[in-house]
């Protein structure tokens, strides 16, 4: 009775459960030290920024350097959607093609490679949507 629970089965149960709990309790650490760091890194930026703006002559620098950052920030969104639906895209087709060399014409599953293509896109549609202020 006692050796019921003791063989590699249940062992390699315990093991997948121990290491599930230890890869989900890392996520949560990183993911919460790197939204602290964000916050930190935010909270000195306005600060410099605060006192440039209050010596005087600098405030009209300081408003120039937040629009910058603000328009690189919008064209690295623009260009990550754009590169993002090249690959998904290219990624669906890949898969439509896979699919219908592998299972021949009779079959209709090759058809699921539209989704991630139509995916795709999307994404790449939708970058023209993300204003850059060069515009």
């Known amino acids: ?77 623009k260009q990550g959607l754009q590169i993002g639906g090249l690959i998904t895209a290219a990624a669906g087709l890949g898969v439509l093609i896979f699919l219908r060399a592998l299972l021949g014409r009779d079959e209709g599953v090759f058809l699921s490679g539209l989704i991630p293509l139509f995916v795709g896109m999307a994404l790449y549609a939708s970058s023209y949507l993300v204003k850059t202020g060069m515009e």
Do not use: C, H
Request: glycine share 4%; net charge neutral; proline share 3%.
């Open 1 to 77: 009775m006692a050796n019921e629970f003791a063989g590699p089965e249940s062992l390699l149960f315990v093991f997948l459960a121990v290491s599930a709990v230890a890869v989900f309790s890392m996520v949560s650490i990183v993911s919460w030290s790197d939204a602290r760091r964000k916050e930190r890194e935010a909270y000195y930026k306005n600060e410099m920024l605060k006192k440039v703006a209050e010596s005087g002559p600098g405030a009209n620098q300081a408003l120039e350097l937040m629009r910058e950052e603000a328009r690189i920030a919008a064209l690295r969104t």
